[in-house]
């Protein structure tokens, strides 16, 4: 069976199937329906374009896919200003409620973050979701050890002067790292060439979950100690051969904000 199959009772060979394939390798024809010769096979990167355009309905993949349980591609056009207004809301959350985050939430987020772009549709991100507070404390206590081990050495490093005052803050029974976050997700893959995919499916995963009330942080620093320091790599669990990417910790904000923080204007080279 070809990946791709073309109803011709269907098919009206309008080519717009063709036109719209990222790899160019749908032939059309004047008349009848269009074709995937079995050379080009190898490199269809399973978009499902071609099926998602069709007007008439007379593609059907033959690879396996997950389409969302609505696959109804026209939505209303989100206001511009109402958008631009939700992302400029967007903050870094470093102080949480003591409360876990539902799986069927955590779940439910990752319906839109799985649809996040990838390079050539590779989809390379896979996911550490850890919600058990114990387990991230450990990880918060082996990135304060690593600071220990780091700040012994004579060697620059960049943050190196943040260390000291971290890990008193974490000798005095506070979290630095971790903020007492009910959660964290953390991006890997196969190789180290998923860390672009990673970090745009972490944008995702970061821009969307207010949407869910929940509030997220970026964190740098466990993530420089998991790839530098061999237990915390091992307490993390991570299938060996795989790349660790980068960390988010999530969870239900403890305070609101209630105004938008000034940034830089956006430093643009026109041509």
């Known amino acids: 069976m070809s990946l791709i199959s073309f109803d011709v009772e269907k098919c009206t060979a309008c080519g717009i199937c063709s036109m719209i394939c990222p790899i160019n390798i749908i032939m059309p024809r004047e008349k009848g329906a269009p074709s995937l010769p079995i050379e080009h096979e190898t490199f269809c990167t399973r978009c499902g374009h071609c099926e998602a355009v069709c007007p008439t309905n ?45 799986k069927e939430k955590i779940k439910d987020l990752f319906e839109a973050v799985r649809f996040a772009p990838s390079s050539m549709n590779g989809q390379p991100v896979k996911w550490l979701v850890v919600t058990d507070e114990s387990e991230i404390k450990k990880f918060a206590d082996l990135t304060i050890d690593w600071m220990r ?36 997700v953390y991006a890997y893959s196969e190789n180290a060439s998923g860390y672009t995919d990673s970090i745009i499916a972490l944008t995702t995963f970061d821009l969307i979950a207010p949407s869910f009330g929940l509030g997220t942080c970026w964190v740098g620093l466990l993530h420089r100690a998991a790839v530098e320091y061999q237990p915390l790599k091992e307490a993390l669990g991570v299938p060996t051969g795989f790349v660790l990417q980068f960390p988010m910790l999530f969870g239900y904000p403890k305070y609101k904000h209630r105004k938008i923080p000034g940034r830089k204007k956006a430093d643009i080279i026109w041509r």
């Open 58 to 102: 007379a593609i059907i993949v033959n690879y396996q896919s997950f389409p969302p349980e609505d696959d109804n591609a026209s939505i209303e056009r989100i206001n511009p200003e109402r958008l631009k207004k939700y992302i400029q809301s967007r903050h870094s959350i470093r102080v949480f409620k003591d409360k876990p985050v539902e």
């Open 149 to 184: 081990m780091m700040a012994e050495k004579d060697a620059d490093y960049p943050l190196k002067h943040y260390f000291p005052v971290l890990v008193a803050l974490a000798d005095a029974g506070f979290d630095p790292i971790c903020r007492n976050s009910p959660g964290l």
